[in-house]
T-cell receptor
Framework: AQSVAQPEDQVNVAEGNPLTVKCTYS??????LFWYVQYPNRGLQFLLK??????LVKGSYGFEAEFNKSQTSFHLKKPSALVSDSALYFC?????????????FGKGTRLSVIA | NAGVTQTPKFQVLKTGQSMTLQCAQD?????MSWYRQDPGMGLRLIHY???????DQGEVPNGYNVSRSTTEDFPLRLLSAAPSQTSVYFC????????????FGPGTRLTVL
């Protein structure tokens, strides 16, 4: 079975500081990994994904994520946080196998960037 | 392209009433899905479809029905609403599963009294 863990319900960071939102996963075989962001009263917006190849993935709004197979992690990072980055962040995983394997989401991490 | 659209945006039901949440996409995506979002629970998959005429259950299917008669539309039906179905519902679509990115609609906030 697939699963995603986001160990922190809330992350607080000062504006201008680097931020990290953690994600670990469990799948059989290789994973496809995704990060989404949700602003208040909005749907989820796609940030970035890891499919294969380079372990460092760059996405929208200056975000990046590093795939670490040995630690089964896919942490989201940004070098310098903005107040406008404050939102709810979701990590998701799907096994990279043939067949109908739905996307499984973590419970989300609320990021608060303080001016 | 309008992307993924959902109607209504808000709905209040009484226990036992039925209703249909509408979802449509204009991107010719084969895969569509319904999630519910509850505080502290993240997104949980209700039902999904890999193409017209094909649907399957997700993690929390009880109390919900779906059908997929066209590629564009994927309605979610609540036959007899219960307070436990109070939630925010999101529809999503992608070309296929696998590596394809899912795109989400704006959501429907449902309250069952």
């Amino acid at each position: 079975a697939q699963s995603v863990a986001q160990p922190e319900d809330q992350v607080n960071v000062a504006e201008g500081n680097p931020l990290t939102v953690k994600c670990t996963y469990s799948v059989s075989g290789n994973p496809y990994l995704f990060w989404y962001v949700q602003y208040p009263n909005r749907g989820l917006q796609f940030l970035l994904k890891y499919i294969t190849g380079d372990n460092l993935v760059k996405g929208s709004y200056g975000f990046e994520a590093e795939f670490n197979k040995s630690q089964t992690s896919f942490h989201l990072k940004k070098p310098s946080a903005l107040v406008s980055d404050s939102a709810l962040y979701f990590c998701a995983v799907r096994a990279a196998v043939s067949g109908n394997t739905p996307l499984v989401f973590g419970k989300g991490t609320r990021l608060s960037v303080i001016a | 392209n309008a992307g993924v659209t959902q109607t209504p945006k808000f709905q209040v039901l009484k226990t036992g009433q039925s209703m249909t949440l509408q979802c449509a996409q204009d991107m010719n995506h084969e895969y569509m899905s319904w999630y519910r979002q509850d505080p502290g629970m993240g997104l949980r998959l209700i039902h999904y479809s890999v193409g017209a005429g094909i649907t399957d259950q997700g993690e929390v299917p009880n109390g919900y029905n779906v059908s997929r008669s066209t590629t564009e539309d994927f309605p979610l039906r609540l036959l007899s609403a219960a307070p436990s179905q109070t939630s925010v519902y999101f529809c999503a679509s992608s070309f296929r599963q696998g590596r394809d990115t899912q795109y989400f609609g704006p959501g429907t906030r449902l309250t069952v009294l």
